[in-house]
């Protein structure tokens, strides 16, 4: 069983910076693929980004592109999204999430992962 606890949320301006965080408490995190997701009030939980298990593959939405990096330190048990240049129509509450096995083919797929945590609120005020 994997434990997942997101920190780093907050109230910022757009065009700030934030970086989230993710650890984890568990056996093998270094074993699962690690996704981050976010959902806006009154919207869908859409994909964000993505790493693989080494931490050598990233995957990105592509609103987010260049602006968001995924990252992970297996030794920490913890993964990261960075993200810059914020907009107001990013605030949402972000999850991450955790998966046994992933298609990265989909790995904007919800059933994709087994496990989830319980969210970091970002607000980004215009």
């Known amino acids: 069983q994997l434990q997942l606890v997101e920190s780093g949320g907050g109230l910022v301006q757009a065009g700030d910076s934030l970086r989230l965080s993710c650890a984890s408490s568990?056996?093998?995190?270094?074993?699962?693929?690690m996704g981050w997701f976010r959902q806006a009030p009154g919207k869908e939980r859409e994909f964000v980004a993505g790493?693989?298990?080494?931490?050598?593959?990233?995957y990105y939405a592509d609103s987010v592109k260049g602006r968001f990096t995924i990252a992970r330190d297996n030794a920490k048990n913890t993964v990261y999204l960075q993200m810059n240049s914020l907009k107001p129509e990013e605030t949402a509450v972000y999850y991450c999430?955790?998966?046994?096995?992933?298609?990265?083919?989909?790995?904007?797929?919800?059933?994709?992962?087994?496990?989830w945590g319980q969210g970091t609120q970002v607000t980004v005020s215009s």
């Open positions: 999430a955790a998966a046994v096995t992933i298609n990265w083919l989909r790995p904007e797929e919800e059933k994709e992962y087994d496990y």
């Open positions: 568990g056996p093998n995190f270094r074993n699962y693929g």
């Open positions: 790493i693989s298990s080494s931490g050598l593959s990233t």
